[in-house]
């Protein structure tokens, strides 16, 4: 009798598994689609709009979960689960191109699904130019010291420089305008004029202090408020047309960790994130130019912050660079030791992050995940 051996496929690179069973080489990009699963969710449909697309969903041979009263229309709205090979997505689409109540954008959407991420990882090194940061406060807040870190996280190889002058760290007050470019220029002058080329990130809250960074060749803004702080920071970055990190913060940095709460943390993540971009857009920033950040210990538990790293691929379908920042932070629950040893822990979480396909993470220790990039083969 025949002994049956089954295993289940986690690999994400099916054309190389269809290859690997000997499947025809020329059919093998439009085969992979109908391998390719996903569940996609979709907010805030009208019960017409849900009852259509579950109708031509199952019409697909897949299936659409709604509210269970959408059938009667006691409800106004419900969001939605769409379930499928990338295939069907594509048979969805098409079907929805003739369909009522602006269901054909939702299918334009839904025929977007189907890009694939390239593994690829850039790291920010963080340099903090303050006396209170969580982990290194007073190590770089001199001169010197911050120029030497600087030239050794380029030399380990980071592919961005995160400077900031002010903690941002649980129950930190905040620090001037004034204070933030006294320790700013200093160092951005230093990089100006010896020719520095790795993109310069200012981490700050401040318009006036990413405006005036900028001018001096800074092209990332870092916010950890997403705008919440300073509204004008998108006429900032569209003014210089400067990249931008929007994170997701839950309060102020005096008070995110009292007893932060949620009913659905991704999706309030997820929508709240989708405003702001939004909101960005509106001001004038190029989508191209915005990269997001779930904002891991902002307002967040410790088994928040392991969520969001478990689903930080469900951020993706936001359109925009993701970017982690998980080195030496609470959810460690390690207050006590080293720093080299939070690094080793730090990589070993950024390990899941990068396998994810995560577009950018954000670091103290840049040679230990340079050789992290390297080992995995990103």
Do not use: W
Request: hydrophobic residues 35%.
């Amino acid at each position: 009798m025949h002994d049956f051996i089954l295993k289940e496929i986690t690999n994400a690179d099916f054309e190389k598994e269809l290859s690997d069973i000997g499947f025809d080489k020329s059919y093998i990009k439009k085969a992979r689609d109908k391998f390719e699963h996903k569940n996609i969710k979709i907010f805030g449909l009208t019960c017409a709009q849900a009852n259509i697309l579950k109708q031509t969903a199952i019409s697909t041979g897949t299936d659409c979960a709604t509210h269970r009263e959408v059938i009667t229309g006691k409800i106004e709205t419900s969001d939605c689960i769409l379930t499928g090979s990338i295939s069907q997505f594509e048979k969805i689409a098409k079907k929805l191109e003739h369909q009522p109540f602006g269901l054909k954008k939702l299918g334009e959407m839904l025929a977007d699904v189907k890009s694939f991420r390239k593994n690829t990882c850039k790291i920010a090194g963080i340099l903090n130019l303050t006396k209170d940061s969580f982990s290194d406060g007073g190590e770089f807040y001199e001169f010197d010291s911050a120029i030497e870190h600087l030239n050794q996280m380029i030399k380990d190889g980071a592919d961005i420089i995160d400077i900031g002058a002010e903690s941002t760290r649980p129950f930190s007050c905040g620090v001037s305008d004034e204070e933030q470019l006294k320790h700013l220029f200093p160092v951005l002058n230093y990089i100006k004029e010896n020719n520095i080329k790795v993109p310069i990130s200012i981490d700050t809250r401040s318009s006036y202090v990413a405006q005036k960074c900028l001018e001096l060749g800074a092209s990332i803004i870092n916010d950890v408020s997403g705008f919440d702080y300073d509204e004008n920071m998108p006429d900032i970055a569209a003014k210089y047309n400067a990249k931008v990190v929007i994170q997701h913060s839950n309060g102020t940095p005096e008070t995110m960790q009292e007893n932060p709460q949620y009913k659905n943390l991704i999706d309030e993540i997820y929508l709240g994130l989708k405003r702001k971009i939004d909101f960005a857009v509106s001001k004038g920033v190029s989508r191209e130019n915005i990269i997001i950040d779930p904002g891991i210990g902002f307002g967040k538990t410790r088994r928040d912050n392991f969520e969001i790293i478990n689903r930080i691929e469900e951020f993706y379908g936001l359109g925009c660079p993701v970017m982690l920042g998980i080195s030496r932070k609470s959810l460690l629950n390690m207050p006590d030791e080293d720093n080299f040893t939070k690094d080793i822990y730090t990589t070993a979480l950024n390990t899941l992050a990068v396998t994810k396909k995560v577009d950018c993470i954000r670091v103290h220790n840049v040679k230990m995940h340079k050789k992290l990039l390297e080992m995995l083969n990103i």
